[in-house]
């Protein structure tokens, strides 16, 4: 309460006695009003997390008019934001007088962690200032809580193996709850796994729980096989813990996870990469090795390896000449856990036919390197249809005295044609041109050292089919024909007339079988497998010479 108190001229000594006097009985009367007026500042709970919030309670109590009450100030800044509530006003009667008992309320937002000296809260009574202190209140992280009852500490954390993972690699997402004392509740804590967005989780790996000991700490945990599915920044929600404390139960949450996820490597990459990360392998097996022209086969591509199954891709088979191959079609495997795929091939001509090898590859996150596999090449024996016989034979039927004009035509001509050939052909052997001075295994083997010196245009397929034209054309010699490709059946039936072993017939055939495998490879041969294959040529070819 101001007192003004003005000075006028002289004033006598009784008249400053009076005036103290009043200035006396207005203080005391001040003082009394004080002492009717109560404040209080109530914070409730006085333990929270970061993530929750409290309430503070003002109150202004005893013989208080409610026009003469200020509205109370306080700063808790930087530590709280204070957002009002609704205010309460309630009339009471004292000693036949209306007085009144104000409350506000305000929702206090925690900014930071840890134990917080609230600051006075100040109200303001007919000019009159009243302090109450709200007092201690205690800010814990979202992921720890700490019991009052027992002292013990709870806390939750997550991670991952890799924060910097390519596209598709598998990596480990393990969730922790760590106590320091059991919570003397019925039930247990309940956990929830984030929603992962942008990643998948490997069903066909189980969850794995452990459980275990941290310095002071007990532990269970809970790891789950993960796979991000899209590149750049994914972040992984919170996981949260509940527990399950009588009368208000507390949730404790993980702090997100940013995993910055990578595009696989341009560099070293295969053209018949098709997008699977694992480390795979690659094999096939077909239903059968003999089949009618136009009739279908089944080829099964199956996986093995670990990696992300969802990655696999079905190999890319290119066109095959003699076959008509389908777009493959997914099986699903007998133990659930890595896909099959299969590819139908109709042949389109009758002959021994090739499935060539199936290149297969996978981006290895281990190794951070691109690593292909192949499947075995399948020979295939197609007969014609009995139907195509038919209409064959009756074709040819209508061609017979068309044909008997031309044989006539034929035999005239063959008469010159053998007199020219005689003069300016060499000795004729059972109708076939040799030099006398040369056998035809010097012959061959000439023709290998030649190829062995000359290696610039050895490719895959000129290399290939060299050896197999002189192998060929050696056993021709042998037989007495002129050189022509003979097929297996032809060369085994040839080279057992011959008195061959049927050692050496295998080892001719699996010579012509390389060869055939370097035409069809992906990658060219090496100089070094072309000298293996030489000198394994040429050792056969001396081999048959001794036996013969």
């Not at 005391?28 to 006085?46: E, F, K, L």
């Not at 059991?182 to 452990?210: R, Y």
């Not at 591509?301 to 008509?324: A, C, E, L, W």
């Amino acid at each position: 309460m101001d007192i003004g108190v003005r000075k006028t001229g002289s004033t006598p000594k009784s008249m400053w006695h009076h005036r103290y006097c009043v200035i006396a009985i207005l203080l005391i009367t001040t003082v009394a009003r004080c002492q009717d007026v109560t404040v209080a500042a109530v914070i409730t709970p006085r333990n929270i997390q970061i993530n929750e919030r409290a309430r503070l309670d003002l109150k202004m109590s005893g013989k208080t008019l409610i026009g003469e009450i200020g509205q109370p100030t306080f700063n808790f800044l930087p530590n709280f934001l204070a957002v009002p509530l609704p205010t309460k006003t309630t009339p009471r009667l004292i000693e036949d007088k209306v007085a009144v008992e104000m409350e506000w309320s305000y929702e206090l937002i925690p900014q930071k962690i840890g134990k917080i000296e609230l600051s006075e809260v100040e109200f303001t009574y007919q000019n009159t200032n009243f302090f109450a202190n709200p007092g201690t209140i205690i800010v814990g992280a979202v992921d720890t809580f700490k019991d009052t009852s027992t002292g013990g500490i709870h806390r939750v954390h997550a991670e991952v193996s890799n924060k910097n993972p390519y596209i598709y690699e598998p990596i480990e997402y393990k969730f922790r709850y760590l106590f320091s004392t059991v919570l003397p509740t019925v039930e247990s804590p309940t956990k929830t796994l984030p929603s992962f967005k942008d990643v998948s989780i490997d069903e066909t790996v189980d969850e794995v729980e452990t459980t275990g000991q941290i310095n002071s700490l007990h532990y269970e945990e809970s790891i789950q096989t993960i796979y991000p599915e899209k590149v750049g920044k994914i972040i992984i929600p919170s996981a949260e813990l509940k527990l399950p404390i009588k009368g208000r139960p507390r949730t404790l949450k993980t702090e997100k996870i940013a995993i910055n996820v990578q595009q696989l490597p341009i560099e070293g990459r295969p053209a018949h990469f098709t997008g699977t990360v694992g480390d795979y392998t690659i094999s096939a097996q077909i239903d059968r090795i003999r089949l009618v022209v136009r009739d279908a086969l089944t080829m099964t591509v199956k996986f093995t390896g670990n990696g992300n199954h969802n990655s696999i891709k079905p190999p890319i088979i290119q066109n095959i000449d003699g076959f008509r191959v389908d777009p493959p079609v997914l099986v699903n495997s007998k133990d659930g856990k890595t896909p099959e795929f299969s590819f139908v091939f109709i042949p389109l001509k009758p002959g021994i036919l090739n499935i060539p090898p199936v290149a297969f590859a996978s981006f290895n996150t281990k190794t951070r390197s691109y690593q292909t596999t192949y499947t075995t090449p399948f020979p295939i024996t197609v007969v014609p249809r009995p139907s195509d016989i038919i209409q064959e034979e009756e074709s040819n039927y209508n061609w017979v005295w068309v044909s008997l004009i031309v044989v006539s035509i034929v035999l005239i001509g063959g008469y010159f044609g053998i007199r020219l050939y005689r003069k300016h052909s060499k000795k004729v052997d059972k109708g076939f041109v040799k030099d006398s001075s040369t056998s035809p295994s010097e012959e061959a083997i000439s023709e290998l050292k030649s190829l062995g010196t000359n290696t610039s245009d050895n490719t895959r397929v000129s290399f290939g089919d060299s050896v197999t034209r002189i192998l060929q054309k050696y056993i021709c010699d042998l037989i007495g024909i002129e050189y022509q490709q003979l097929s297996t059946t032809e060369l085994e039936k040839n080279c057992s007339h011959l008195g061959l072993s049927e050692v050496v017939i295998q080892d001719l055939l699996d010579i012509l079988s390389k060869c055939k495998y370097h035409k069809y490879a992906p990658v060219s041969i090496s100089v070094d497998e072309q000298n293996v294959l030489l000198e394994r040529t040429e050792k056969l070819i001396k081999l048959i010479e001794e036996n013969l």
